[in-house]
């Protein structure tokens, strides 16, 4: 049951919206990825902020739209930051992002996971199937940041349920990307379908498409259509920047994924677009 | 009263000194654009060292030529070392370029830019308008790590003595950077006005611009003509990128940038600079 | 004594390996270079993941095929997962490159080294010939993190000398890099001839050569063919980046390489390898 029209009117509204308001967004991330979410954020039309110590952190939230929380490269120095931020934002009703890059893969990401989704109340939680999998206590296995196989290629029922469950679980929207995207609210699922396998030989295509949720949280009260925004956005872009630059190499595809969404408008939504 | 011609044969001349010594530049910087920074300072012909550690952190100063602070992404581990960074900088004569990012934007950066003004001699304070009004201890407001509308649309003449002014105080040279450039050491002003709009669409080209003016500096004794140096080279590539890659999208533009000031040189900054 | 043939067969048979295990990569490195360090594994067909605190370090090398260990922006915080890690990898068989960016540029960089090499087994040493004279104990001179021309300047005899001495002295692969890159495990020598000048422009193309040497031991048992493997690669790429790119400027030259990695193959490789 297609409700392509509707969602991909609802996002390009928001795109532009994001464009119109230019949404603060204070990430609490990880060193690897960090430019390129800055930077796409920039692209998208809101204004990116990075600041990640815990005489300042929470303070930084307050004067931002969106908090998105990344454990990438997690260090012991950033966790009180992030719970601290988390809470303030939760105390403020600002909406929170929360990628739990490698969750699963070391007792550290797995304790720190947990300790922050029972101190911060998320708005998207938006991982890889093998991420959303063991947070949901299911048996998964990881490679590293990654996604394993036999995680990916559950069935999108089965996908479907693990998405519902978690996010009425956690009362909060969860996105599952992937070849195929999985987004759900507990009542309202939506799959995306945009996309390019090369988006997973650049890194940070998740954190970006975390960062990208958080700058359309910034400006919308619906999180799951933002989380669907943002990851939408990616897809699309990332479909767009291989038709321009993939022949070349991952090099000029990285650049051409910035490219993409600096030139994002609703009309393009609206064409590329595959929801249902 | 226009004194263009001065200013763009000394800023080539500079220029041809950094190529020709390759000044080593030891940044203590934040982890969003430090890459950029690193790499735009290498296509400026300089080169860069970043070290934040206190253990080593005076120890590569002193075999450095300039000194760059910038509190992008703040911590408390690396406050001391940019204290103690500044002073052997300041105990060797080297040049100090700080950049205040977010200076407004939380406590945490309002006192540790204090003290930094206050234990460390710096030769040129570079920053935005809400920055450099907040330092200056005017009513200011701030937008995260960018400027706000208000602060920005002030005028050119108000925009003067916000920079002559502190330059005084401080007994250095200050660069409000923004859609016009001011300069000012107490005495000389020089207004610039390139650049292009898209620069504000790229994280970290105002840290860009502070490495550069750290290169300049490095083989410089006149840092106000040093700081038009940098802030002039910024200026003028990001005409060229938005020229050369500008209609492609800001992940084209960013490289662009560092394209251009690769290929700069005394003849183009004659040609394009604009100061006055 | 040209045994360029066998060299380049057997690292085209290495490459297309990292292409099909896709071996997870573990890199404890700086905040400069790490993007890149990342994007340049993907781009070999490896699979990075950088985790730096000491409450997960050993438990991400478990997972892993290859740890490297960078210095560039070494701090107190990662000195003892750096050892916790590489002890791991030791305890497991794993290969271990270490690239010892700006030894002999301060004490802490220089005390850190010589505690890594004490308490850690190196697979792969991979440095410039400062640093690497610095670790052998001959008088150099360094620049920060770039190699001083008075060492670079010294012959290929005396170079080979160096890096003999040293395999043999810890019992590991060491790889000079520089305009001749030198290679020996203390019986073999080999001697590459690939690269251009233009990879000195751009950051990290030091920490991206010790990434791509980690992504061919992650699937070799042969270091010595490994680092040649990662070395031997980053010189044609450079050579192909330089031909496609390198007119532009030196952004678009960093992105040519990545590009050029990913295009990369054993047919490139038996053609361009240029090794004796």
Redesign the interface.
């Known amino acids: 049951m297609y409700m392509n029209n509707e969602i991909v009117i609802k996002v390009g509204k928001l795109l532009d919206e994001v464009r119109n308001k230019k949404p ?1 967004v204070h990430n609490i991330t ?7 979410c ?2 796409i954020l ?2 998208l039309g809101a ?7 815990i ?2 952190a929470a ?2 939230t307050k ?2 739209s969106a908090l998105v929380i990344n454990i ?6 950033t966790i009180e930051s992030m719970i601290a931020s988390g809470k303030k934002a939760n105390e403020l009703n600002l909406p929170v992002v929360f990628d739990p890059v ?1 969750a699963g ?5 797995n304790a720190t996971t947990k300790r922050i989704l029972e101190e911060v109340k998320i708005s998207v939680l938006r991982g890889n199937m093998s991420e959303i999998k063991f947070i949901s206590g299911l048996k998964s296995t990881t ?4 996604a394993s196989e036999s995680d990916t290629n559950i069935g999108n029922d089965e996908g479907i349920n693990v998405a519902k469950n978690l996010a009425t679980k956690l009362n909060c929207t969860v996105a599952i990307t992937g070849v195929t995207d999985i987004i759900s609210d507990g009542n309202r699922v939506a799959i995306l379908e945009n996309g390019d396998k090369m988006l997973a ?4 295509t998740g954190c970006m498409t975390s960062a990208l949720v958080g700058g359309f949280c910034g400006v919308g009260s619906d999180y799951f259509i933002a989380a669907i925004g943002g990851i939408m956005s990616m897809g699309i872009c990332g479909e767009i920047a291989s038709e321009n630059a993939g022949q ?5 595809f ?10 994002l408008n609703s009309e393009i939504i609206s064409n590329m677009g595959k929801a249902q």
């Open positions: 603060l990880n060193y690897v990825t960090v430019n390129d800055a930077n920039l692209a204004s990116p902020i990075m600041a990640d110590d005489k300042e303070d930084i004067i931002s990438g490269t997690l260090n012991e120095r490698g893969a070391s007792e550290f990401r490679k590293g940041v990654d030989n650049v890194t940070g070349i190499g991952i090099g000029s990285h650049i051409a994924i910035i490219d993409a969404i600096s030139n």
